[in-house]
């Protein structure tokens, strides 16, 4: 009985998706180890923490999956590329210079980058892109706020940032040029053109996030709530096993979860 028992969790192990986990010792990456052993179809193949050998970790790994820091980014491409490993990011805060190199790799290894990984953020997204393309900016007035723990690094968040990039590509305004990040002093009137956004930090809180549009006698609001890291593991889990049968190209959860 003992035997056969090790026999079968043996032949799954190995229809199993061995998938590498850097940042071991984070929160986000705990929760991706235990994302990955709660999933049947995947396993921990390697982990991976700050001043080990990345090379090693990804010798003979099906993916990895990266919520680390920027300071990683440069090395994780640059191996991945090397060893052919499809790569699934969910760090946020990369510079112009890191998303060209990121994109440069997908020419040689599927990627999916996100900003989020839940499903319901990604239901933000596009419930977001359909209200901005029927509201628009001219009768409404259109914040964005988000919400995080007081250790998160970059503001505002890279969920914050991809709404504001859909709300400026559907409402036809720059980034540069129209997003105001809080206010202060007098003001003046709000510019038609105006999108503003606001960051909060403190707490525990896993992430927040509102999309408004305000108009003379009505407000309509979208709003997501995270109250776990298990949801964000659980959805680049999905992606990575997603991932596996994707030629090279970059991709995001909208085409993981088929939104697009």
Known sequence: ?????????????????????????????????????????????????????LSAALAGSEAVIDFTLPLLTDELVEK??????????????????????????????????????????????HLTRKAAAIL????????????HHRHKVDAPSGTARTLLEILNEETRTSYEDDIAHGRVGLTGARPSKEIGMHTLRGGDVVGDHTVMFAADGERFELTHKASSRMTFASGAVRAALWLRNQKPGLYDMQDVLGLK
């Open 1 to 53: 009985m003992t035997k056969r028992l090790d026999k079968f969790t043996f032949l799954t192990n190995l229809a199993a998706m061995h998938i590498t986990v850097t940042g071991r010792s984070g929160r986000m990456g705990q929760s991706v180890i235990a994302a990955i052993e709660a999933e049947a179809g995947a396993s921990v193949h390697s982990t991976h923490d700050s001043g080990e050998d």
């Open 80 to 125: 991945a590329v090397a060893t052919k490993t499809p790569l699934i990011i969910g760090t946020t805060g990369h510079s112009d210079e890191q998303r060209a190199a990121i994109q440069e790799a997908s020419r040689t290894i599927p990627i999916v980058h996100a900003s989020n990984f839940s499903t319901g953020v990604n239901l933000l997204f």
């Open 136 to 147: 628009g900016n001219e009768t409404f007035d259109i914040e964005v706020t988000e919400m």
